[in-house]
């Protein structure tokens, strides 16, 4: 079976309703990143934060994958698919897609402020200021923050270079170390890149289509055309 690398960003989950970030209405057009998403800003204003992702943790709950999600889950019927996203949403998981690599952390999910690797599931949507983990520490969103390393880029790297196909949907390709996961994979692969906007492609070598349109009309349109090049 061949193989296929998708690397979404917050663009694949805008068909459900989710925010991205750098969009006219994005998330960082209402929010400073650095009231909200830096380790300062976990320290200097605890409850701004938690609140924060406690509203996009909510939010999580009134929203179903769209038709992006599912396309990109169906394509494990004809080809061996792995999933690397930024995006901290469980709408992959939720739309059947079995290997997905989380680059920023997960929703719902929280950590020990002390030890990163104790990390916990959170119950329902909301993080309390006092909630304490297993270690008992003070517990923190498990949100790769700016600023903050990227422990699972070694891994998504690894997965990119395996890549017989690779499919960027909805990211503008503007956060590293995430961005350069396009330069980990083989110079001859193939790279196919569906967002009705303009992500930057400058440093992309590789063979490129753009889809232009959203997720959830350039996805379903690429996997049938996939589905039919796997069953010649
Ligand atoms: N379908 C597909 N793509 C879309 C859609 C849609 N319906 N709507 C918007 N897009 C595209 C935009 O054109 C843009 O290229 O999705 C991309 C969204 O870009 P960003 O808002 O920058 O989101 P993302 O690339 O995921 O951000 C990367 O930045 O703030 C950090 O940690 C955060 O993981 C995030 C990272």
């Known amino acids: ?24 209405d994005g998330l960082w057009a209402n929010y400073r990143i650095e009231d ?56 992959h998981e939720r739309a059947g897609s079995s290997r997905v690599t989380h680059l920023h952390g997960e929703l719902r999910k929280l950590r020990s402020e002390r030890n990163p690797d104790v990390i916990v599931p959170i119950k329902g949507w ?27 880029f070694d891994t998504a790297a690894r997965i990119a270079s395996t890549a017989d196909m690779f499919i960027v949907v909805g990211t503008s390709l503007a956060v590293y170390p995430a961005a350069s996961l396009v330069h980990y994979v083989r110079r001859d692969v193939p790279i196919w890149l569906v967002d009705p906007g303009n992500p930057d492609t400058r440093l992309i070598r590789n063979p490129l289509t753009h889809i232009k349109k959203r997720a959830a009309e350039g996805m379903p349109e690429l996997v049938r055309e996939l589905e039919t090049v796997a069953g010649r």
């Open 1 to 24: 079976m061949k193989k296929i690398v998708v690397f979404t960003g917050a663009g694949v989950s805008a068909d459900s309703g989710l925010a991205t970030f750098r969009d006219a």
């Open 36 to 91: 909200v998403c830096t380790p300062e800003a976990l320290a200097r204003n605890r409850a701004l934060v938690i609140e924060f992702y406690n509203k996009r943790r909510r939010e999580l709950d009134n929203v179903e994958p769209n038709a992006a999600h599912r396309a990109i889950a169906e394509l494990e019927r004809w080809y061996d698919v792995d999933v690397v996203t930024q995006n901290v949403d469980d709408l």
């Open 126 to 152: 909301e993080q309390h200021l006092d909630d304490r983990g297993p270690d008992g520490a003070l517990l923190r969103p498990h949100i790769v923050f700016f600023g903050e390393a990227v422990p699972m």
